[in-house]
């Protein structure tokens, strides 16, 4: 019920009431439990909070649109230049291929990885489970700094050639534990004697688990995809790291911050990405989140 | 003849770390027999069910299904389907689909199979069902869709797991009295899990009731209430009156007993089988009782007592008697077939006589 709805139904209540020790309509169409004097402060502070962590954000899309190489006020004027330059731009055209090879990989590969592991996590009793999962979980914690670096020697020491391929490599690693939280709190989420009696019904395990566990699973595996995918896209440490002669796309961007004259055609293609991501993770959660509906459970 | 030992479950034990959940059990089921295994939550019955659905495997012993073991025989291979408790209907396939589901490999053709879940529909009284969605049906099809997914099977054996539990009291009698058309209709095993014994009783050829892991007593409803072996079944099933006593010894057919409460008993139950000496517990069954309010005219099982409280429940009414030798009263029920009865209250403390039958004092030794 939306916020006018509420008081004016407060204020019917109020003006029914026909004894008149009602405190007046005015103080009686506040919603119920509501105390300014309380909670003033924390809507403030929330504003302001959102305003901080927004308002920086928002200003590359302004910028992305201003007749003018610099990134100050007062905005000279609208142009749609920048975005011209950045679609005529073949070095980032190319980025953003390579950018986009190596998410679809990372979101298939690391999507495939963590299902498993969260059908092994939520279905099976086995030795060793808990820190195994920890260890699936250590690449969240572990600075990408670190991680790349290590990853960095690693491969040397295997003589494997930098490429596209040890970027993706590296974002699967940090994706899977993503993957998995997802995919657990998909399986957790219906009940364990679906598959059982998908067994009982003369069914294998494998043909359960194509007719049962996946139909059911796939709202958190499309989640997980686009998650996954979005993780590889944005990240830069590790791509900084272990990239060979091609680049991704935020390396790309990285390099031409030197170079004063292309930055607002980073910033346009910044508002481009920022843009995406947004839609493809609301996307992501809104998927998720309808699967857990009425379908999730076999419980009534 | 149908075979006594369809099911044969020999020697079986399930442990789970140090818990016996089923602790060396050995009985048989009767091809086409209604079986119910009864018992309170923990008593293994679930567990024994799981291990013939082939989810769980025997930590020790074997079960044979139609003379078959079925050591490592995994689910999917077993001649039996299961009902599940909560039914799992697969919530993203309609109903159709839910009861198709497992013949998929049955080597009929597309139409048969189509045949076949509309004569399901049919048997389950939801005729056109068949497209509806899963989260579209109310408790009480969920189940009879289930039933319909695993009798499409044509199991040798159908298991049910407190199939009833989820549905409300009224429902729940109804279906019991359909479950148990169905099952003589279709000729199939039934092997049922129950908490409740009423449900049990109701539905069932035989009764196991478990208790620990282990077995206590299998019978016919009849005999479980009648005949209880033990202390624990008896108080299982039903209400019933415990007295402390002691044998004196044999009178013609009877075993004499002295009780705590009843003073001397003279009992035939058990026949040529009663124990003959010894300390052993008298019980009786609360209806079991005639209670009557002059003197009676009997010079052996009758005891002289006190109504200390009374419930009037429409058909019949609980009294408790109080006795001299027992510190709770006796539970008696009587049915009002005479409408006097009702005046009888817990204030009016009358004086009133119980006598028995012989044959309705049972001798239980554990």
């Not at chain 1, 200003?59 to 679609?87: C, E, H, R």
């Not at chain 2, 072996?229 to 009156?241: L, M, R, S």
């Not at chain 2, 029920?333 to 006598?355: D, G």
């Amino acid at each position: 019920m939306s916020d006018t709805q509420a008081s004016s139904l407060t204020a019917q209540k109020a003006a029914e009431d026909t004894r008149g020790d009602e405190a007046p309509q005015f103080l009686q169409s506040k919603h119920e439990g509501y105390h300014w004097s309380a909670e003033a402060p924390m809507f403030l502070y929330a504003v302001w909070y959102l305003a901080f962590l927004y308002i920086p954000v928002l200003f590359l899309p302004l910028f992305s649109f201003n007749d003018s190489i610099y990134v100050a006020f007062p905005l000279k004027g609208f142009t749609l230049q920048w975005y011209g330059d950045m679609v005529d731009n073949p070095a980032l055209l190319r980025a953003l291929e390579n950018s986009v090879k190596v998410g679809f990989s990372v979101a298939v590969g690391a999507t495939f990885l963590g299902l498993f592991a969260a059908k092994a996590m939520t279905r099976y009793t086995m030795p060793g489970k808990g820190p195994i999962t920890s260890f699936i979980m250590l690449p969240l914690v572990v600075p990408g700094i670190i991680l790349g670096i290590a990853l960095l020697v690693i491969s040397n020491r295997l003589g494997m050639n930098l490429s596209l391929f040890t970027i993706g490599l590296a974002h699967t690693l940090i994706g899977v534990p993503f993957a998995m939280l997802v995919m657990v709190s998909r399986l957790e989420g219906f009940d364990r004697n679906l598959e059982e009696a998908s067994m009982d019904l003369g069914e294998t395990a494998l043909q359960t688990f194509l007719r049962i566990t996946l139909p059911l699973a796939w709202p958190g595996i499309l989640a997980s995809v686009l998650l996954t995918f979005t993780i590889s896209f944005d990240e830069f440490i590790l791509a900084f790291f272990l990239a060979g002669n091609e680049v991704t796309l935020p390396i790309y961007i990285w390099s031409q911050l030197r170079f004063p004259n292309r930055l607002p055609m980073v910033l346009s293609l910044g508002a481009c990405v920022l843009v995406f991501s947004f839609f493809i993770v609301t996307f992501a959660e809104v998927t998720r989140r309808r699967g857990v509906g009425p379908q999730a459970g076999g419980a009534i | 003849m149908s075979r006594e030992d369809y099911i044969s479950i020999r020697n079986t034990s399930k442990h789970f770390g140090s818990v016996k959940a089923v602790d060396d059990i050995s009985f048989n089921i009767g091809e086409g027999e209604f079986f119910s295994l009864l018992g309170a939550s923990g008593c293994g019955k679930t567990t024994l069910l799981r291990m013939l659905a082939g989810f769980e495997q025997p930590t020790l012993g074997n079960i044979y299904i139609d003379g078959q073991p079925q050591a490592g025989v995994p689910p999917h291979q077993r001649p039996v389907n299961m009902v599940f408790q909560n039914y799992a209907i697969f919530p993203h396939l309609n109903v159709h689909k839910n009861i198709a589901y497992g013949m998929r490999k049955s080597g009929l053709s597309k139409a048969e199979v189509d045949r076949k879940v509309d004569e399901m529909l049919e048997l389950i009284k939801l005729p056109g069902y068949g497209a509806r969605g899963a989260h579209q049906l109310s408790g009480g099809q969920r189940q009879r869709i289930a039933l319909a997914r695993a009798l499409i099977k044509q199991p040798k054996v159908l298991l049910l797991d407190e199939p009833l539990g989820a549905l409300d009291k009224k429902l729940r009698e109804q279906m019991q009295l359909e479950l148990r058309a169905l099952q003589r209709d279709v000729g199939i095993t039934f092997v049922f899990v129950t908490h409740d014994q009423e449900e049990a009783m109701t539905m069932s050829d035989r009764i196991a009731v478990m208790s620990l892991g282990k077995v206590l007593q299998i019978d016919t409803p009849t005999s479980l209430y009648e005949v209880p072996q033990i202390k624990e079944v008896a108080d299982f099933i039903g209400t019933i009156n415990f007295f402390d006593g002691s044998i004196k010894g044999k009178e013609g057919d009877s075993t004499v007993v002295t009780a705590a409460g009843l003073g001397t008993v003279h009992s035939t139950a058990g026949g040529a089988a009663a124990p003959t000496s010894g300390d052993i517990t008298v019980a009786i069954r609360p209806e079991k009782f005639n209670l009557s309010f002059q003197q009676p005219n009997a010079d052996r099982n009758v005891v002289e007592g006190v109504i200390q409280a009374a419930a009037y429940l429409g058909d019949r009414s609980h009294y408790y008697v109080q006795v001299e030798g027992r510190d709770a009263p006796i539970a008696v029920a009587a049915q009002n077939a005479e409408r006097q009865m009702q005046a009888i209250t817990s204030e009016s403390h009358e004086k009133v006589w119980l006598t028995w039958e012989q044959d309705f004092a049972l001798l239980l030794t554990a």
